[in-house]
């Protein structure tokens, strides 16, 4: 099994910048893909990145130039950095760890706020 613990939500200004730490634990070796998903108040959870075990990513088409997702496999550690922020960024942000196509992992979430 994998724990995944989330970090560095917040508040931020329109066209700040944060950035968001996934650790993960647990049986590291199974994890093939790991991401980042949102979903704000009322919406469904929408795909924000992904990036395999060898450093492919992938974005949605909208976020692709404001956000980058990146990882540190010695400290098992996938990051999205996320940049020009707008306050249709606020959601709660979620890291995934893919292992099989019924076999995922969720973290709890954390929250970022847009606003001035």
């Known amino acids: 099994q994998v724990q995944l613990v989330e970090s560095g939500g917040g508040l931020v200004q329109p066209g700040g910048s944060l950035r968001l730490s996934c650790e993960a634990s647990?049986?590291?070796?199974?994890?093939?893909?790991m991401g980042w998903y949102r979903q704000a108040p009322g919406k469904e959870r929408e795909l924000v990145a992904t990036i395999t075990r060898g450093g492919t990513s992938n974005y949605a088409g909208s976020l692709k130039g404001r956000f980058t997702i990146s990882r540190d496999n010695a400290k098992n550690t996938v990051y999205l950095q996320m940049n020009n922020l707008k306050p249709e960024d606020t959601a709660v942000y979620s890291c995934?760890?893919?292992?099989?196509?019924?076999?995922?992992?969720w973290g709890k979430g954390t929250l970022v706020t847009v606003s001035s």
């Open positions: 647990g049986s590291i070796f199974s994890i093939a893909t």
């Open positions: 995934n760890a893919y292992v099989a196509i019924s076999l995922n992992y």
